[in-house]
């Protein structure tokens, strides 16, 4: 029988980990890939029986290719400590894993705002795989590469990715600097086109092209922030640029 080990990263997850592991016990191994946590993270894992490794964050992909390393099964669930697996979905992914017929799957993110779950802002994410098939890279977005056929499970995963809109915005906020730093370094220009479309397109595409306003005033904020993310990147690589250039001799 296919065993599965699930990979968490975490970094100050106190308020939201246990509910992601105990989401997951019907895995063979739990893996915490911890960035050294400062609050009670750690101890709330190894308490439910987690495995807890420790490595200091430079990126994404290169934390979960560490932690992958270490996963002693044929099948891996990556999942987040905002994130819980259904009652639902852990059946499926639990008969998922007994087939040879794709390399991983993709699951089904629809995010949960504003008290409620926006079905039309979600999306389907690799993150079940089998270990030898797969291979993250990129810095910020990581990507999930897999040598196979993927599928797809039908049953949600319950994503609790914006704690309010505070931390919504700051989370865009966090993104938009790692996503101008990568620009830079590969001498990318912020023009005026870029400024004024960019960002009207991801509103257009969030609110209209995949249905946001189907979600009421949730789906309208989701689409306006994710705008200001997408201007906010050009305006930090503008800056960014500018400081570089006050700088060289």
Not at 44 to 56: M, T
Not at 87 to 94: A, F, H
Request: aromatic share 14%; glycine share 4%.
């Amino acid at each position: 029988m296919s065993k599965i080990s699930v990979i968490i990263p975490t970094y100050n997850e106190e308020a939201f980990v246990k509910n992601a592991i105990q989401s997951v016990e019907f895995a063979d191994e739990i893996i915490i890939i911890d960035s050294n946590s400062t609050d009670n993270t750690t101890q709330i894992a190894k308490e439910l029986g987690c495995r807890v490794l420790f490595r200091e964050f430079d990126n994404f992909s290169n934390q979960k290719n560490h932690a992958l390393k270490f996963a002693s099964h044929e099948w891996v669930l990556f999942l987040d400590a905002d994130e819980r697996i259904t009652s639902q979905l852990s059946y499926e992914i639990l008969d998922a894993v007994k087939s040879d017929q794709f390399a991983g799957y993709k699951l089904y993110f629809p995010h949960f705002f504003m008290n409620r779950f926006l079905y039309h802002h979600s999306n389907m994410v690799t993150r079940l795989v089998k270990k030898d098939a797969c291979h993250f890279s990129g810095d910020v977005h990581e990507k999930l590469n897999v040598k196979g056929k993927i599928g797809k499970l039908k049953h949600q995963v319950n994503h609790y990715t914006y704690k309010g809109l505070t931390h919504y915005i700051s989370k865009k906020d966090h993104y938009s600097f790692f996503q101008s730093q990568q620009a830079l370094k590969k001498n990318k220009k912020a023009s005026l086109l870029l400024f004024f479309f960019k960002p009207f397109y991801r509103f257009f595409s969030s609110y209209i092209l995949r249905g946001g306003f189907k979600d009421g005033i949730p789906g309208l904020i989701v689409a306006r922030i994710n705008a200001y993310g997408v201007f906010s990147r050009y305006a930090k690589l503008e800056i960014s640029k500018n400081h570089q250039n006050q700088n060289r001799p």
